[in-house]
């Protein structure tokens, strides 16, 4: 074998995609019963579920996601739907209603007539949000290497990313004098990162927010055929394949190269090269922390973010459609202090009042597979912490449901009362996913939605594919690269191009 990949999360599946195509052969070994990570797709009964992933970026002509699947003869295969660009997020802040829609500047001419005390602040901030997006965008043009002469270029050329490298979105909400309402709408897709303004890195807040103002979209056929095809693009080339439960849980090394890999049920599989797509700390710990540099070790010391409860709803007999729904997602704050809200789920575990993310698959495209005729499919999600959740589980499995249960009414309870009047009457399934479920099957330590937390501290120019210490080893995840499809998706083919280079 000439390359293996641990992991079938999009950014393994993507580099294993390409390099199948140019040749190589390759083996992915994935521990669930499904590849994709976070995009996976369950299905109980007769209705199939998303894991984690309700909309993405990276879908238009040229952008990441597209040139993926223009490169592996895709594009055509998987069609993508674009989310209503006058409003692909609706932001509803103790409901105040607000769209947010494609183009910064419609953006900020929105929301100036809607708050004109707070045009200067408003455009202040826009103006910063399109100056890093700018440079952001010239990413692959930033040195490897520094020399005098480069360091001064990058200074100049990306000011703002260095001025704002230690920067959360509050600092800027402080800078510009934003109003509170504001500040709460503007991270209204706060979900996207899980952390509140205080603690967020101002640098990631651009990025999502410049990535979904080019647009917001979900696959027509939906995402189980998205990752689908893209298996299908590494099984169909001579000599290559994708395993599925296999659980690699130790990496032999030899002379500062990795020698195989050995799974929990014993195999053994050998390859010249090897790609990680888990998490980077668990990486290392499969092969021996004193098998690799300072400096490895020094990128693998990082906190995780935060987690999520997640209801996988069926509903059937009514039309989200007549109670505020769409081509859109819906963002509910219940106030405008989204700190509070942060402490309040992840320190006090209290989630009684908890901001919501609620999504409509069904909504978003008119392909059947996902559902019953008839039926539509409700997600709703919100942050909380993982270790309450993993105790209990492991302490008392019936106090771990109950407690489920208990947040799973209290959700749903807000959402009959605010959006959709009599919803438990119209619920064909119900089923709850915990922290303890993601680290269960998608293998996320701590059960953490993006990999490594988004604060200044783990967004800089090491958050990216790299090659560690071990000869031929690669790692390209959420954490050694950028969470979202897209960030995946760019993070394996960074890591194809560096393992191309050799």
Not at 117 to 130: G, I, K, N, T
Not at 453 to 473: F, G, H, I, M, Q
Request: glycine share 8%.
């Amino acid at each position: 074998m000439d390359d293996l990949v641990i992991g079938s999360g999009m950014a393994g599946l993507s580099a294993a995609a390409m390099l199948a195509r140019a040749g190589r052969k390759v083996l992915v070994l994935e521990a669930h019963d499904s590849p994709g990570g976070y995009a996976h797709t369950f299905r109980v009964r007769d209705f199939r579920f998303c894991a984690q992933v309700h909309y993405v970026f990276g879908c238009g002509e040229g952008e990441t996601i597209d040139r993926l699947l223009g490169a592996l003869g895709l594009a055509a295969e998987v069609p993508w739907v674009r989310l209503d660009p006058e409003g692909f997020d609706h932001v509803v802040v103790a409901g105040d209603r607000v769209r947010v829609p494609n183009g910064l500047r419609k953006y900020e001419q929105r929301l100036a007539r809607r708050y004109p005390d707070a045009a200067r602040p408003l455009h202040r901030y826009f103006r910063l949000v399109e100056a890093v997006a700018a440079e952001l965008d010239r990413d692959e043009e930033l040195p490897k290497t520094l020399s005098p002469v480069t360091l001064l270029r990058s200074a100049i050329r990306y000011r703002h990313l260095l001025r704002h490298s230690r920067s959360t979105l509050a600092d800027v909400y402080d800078a510009v004098g934003m109003p509170p309402r504001l500040r709460a709408i503007l991270a209204g897709q706060s979900g996207d990162y899980l952390l509140p303004p205080e603690q967020v890195s101002f640098i990631l807040h651009v990025a999502l927010v410049h990535g979904y103002d080019r647009g917001a979209y979900y696959p027509r056929r939906h995402f189980y055929h998205f990752v689908d095809a893209v298996v299908g693009a590494i099984r169909g080339r001579p000599g290559c394949d994708v395993l599925l439960e296999r659980t690699v849980d130790r990496i032999h090394v030899d002379g500062g190269r990795v020698t195989g890999v050995t799974t929990t049920s014993g195999e053994r599989f050998t390859a010249d090269r090897y790609l990680s797509n888990v998490d980077p700390r668990r990486t290392l710990e499969l092969a021996g922390l004193s098998r690799f540099s300072d400096a490895d070790r020094s990128r693998a010391d990082y906190d995780y973010s935060a987690s999520t409860v997640t209801l996988y709803l069926g509903v059937k007999g009514l039309d989200l459609r007549e109670h505020g729904f769409g081509s859109f997602n819906v963002w509910h704050y219940p106030h405008e202090d989204i700190g509070r809200m942060y402490r309040d789920q992840l320190e006090r575990h209290d989630l009684s009042d908890p901001w919501l993310f609620m999504s409509t698959p069904t909504l978003h495209s008119d392909e059947p597979g996902t559902c019953p005729p008839g039926h539509q499919i409700l997600e709703i999600a919100t942050a909380c912490d993982h270790r309450r959740f993993a105790d209990l589980r492991r302490r008392d499995r019936r106090a771990y449901n109950r407690e489920k249960k208990k947040i799973r009414d209290r959700i749903l309870e807000i959402v009959e009362a605010t959006y959709v009047p009599g919803l438990h009457d119209h619920l064909a399934l119900r089923v709850t996913g915990t922290p303890a479920t993601n680290e269960r099957f998608c293998r996320a330590p701590e059960g953490n939605a993006y990999g490594s937390a988004l604060t200044p501290k783990n967004v800089d120019l090491r958050r990216r594919p790299y090659r560690t210490s071990l000869e031929n080893l690669w790692l390209a995840n959420a954490t050694a690269g950028f969470p979202s499809v897209a960030g995946a998706v760019g993070a394996g083919l960074k890591v194809f191009d560096e393992m191309q280079r050799g």
